[in-house]
């Protein structure tokens, strides 16, 4: 069964850093692309950023551009998302997913695979 768990999450004042980390179970994913979403209370959840299961391409939302980074770690079967200059507006329950069909090129959505999610919430 897969599993993707999510860590990492909390309070933060703006201008802040969390880094969030998702470990992978059940499968590897060493030859997935994966990416992290977030969704604000009363918003639809939305692409923030995606990474090619090569880790030679990522791809980022333009509000988040700059700021974070997402990197993985395959030996680990673990993709992180490094958040700087955090801004209330990124606020949001983070998720991590995971594509469920390997060696595809980096899209921004159809993500088979889905976390429980965590939450950030930046304060001003």
């Known amino acids: 069964q897969v599993q993707l768990v999510e860590s990492g999450g909390g309070l933060v004042q703006a201008g802040g850093s969390l880094s969030l980390s998702c470990a992978a179970s059940g499968r590897t994913f060493s030859n997935h692309n994966m990416g992290w979403f977030r969704q604000a209370p009363g918003k639809e959840r939305e692409f923030v950023a995606a990474?090619?299961?090569?880790?030679?391409?990522?791809y980022y939302a333009d509000s988040v551009k700059g700021r974070f980074t997402i990197s993985r770690d395959n030996a680990k079967n673990t993709v992180y998302l490094q958040m700087n200059s955090l801004k209330p507006e990124d606020t949001a329950v983070y998720y991590c997913?995971?594509?469920?069909?390997?060696?595809?090129?980096?899209?921004?959505?159809?993500?088979?695979?889905w976390g429980q999610g965590t939450q950030v919430t930046v304060s001003s």
């Open positions: 990474i090619r299961w090569s880790g030679g391409t990522t």
């Open positions: 997913a995971a594509d469920k069909t390997p060696f595809r090129p980096l899209r921004r959505y159809d993500y088979e695979y």
